[in-house]
């Protein structure tokens, strides 16, 4: 199944009206209620259908606003990976490393 069919599946779309109705119907980010809603899933696991995620790791965000979150991430992940590009020291490996699985067990 492709992921756009997935977006598709009855138990996203439950899903999705779960959290729009747990925000009110209003984005999380800058709560006006006016513009497109969308669902923002604050990481991606590997492996893992769209609806198969936590509530407290979807958001209700308009389409602005979730166009920068997602801008945002990828700057993130851009400056993170350059600068283990640049400087691979085993200070700052060893760093981005203790990052992510704090990231990681916040989510078990």
């Known amino acids: ?62 389409e602005p606003c979730h166009k920068h979150r997602e801008e945002l991430f990828r700057k993130i992940t851009d400056s993170i990976k350059i600068a283990l590009k640049e400087f691979p020291t085993e200070r700052l490996v060893q760093c981005s490393k203790k990052l992510m699985s704090t990231a990681f067990d916040e989510l078990k």
């Open 1 to 62: 199944m492709t992921y756009s069919e997935k977006l598709k599946d009855p138990r996203w779309q439950r899903c999705r009206l779960d959290t729009f109705e747990r925000a009110s119907w209003k984005c999380e980010e800058c709560h006006i209620g006016t513009s497109t809603l969308t669902v923002h899933h604050v990481v991606y696991i590997k492996g893992r259908n769209p609806w198969e995620y936590r509530p407290d790791l979807l958001q209700c965000l308009c």
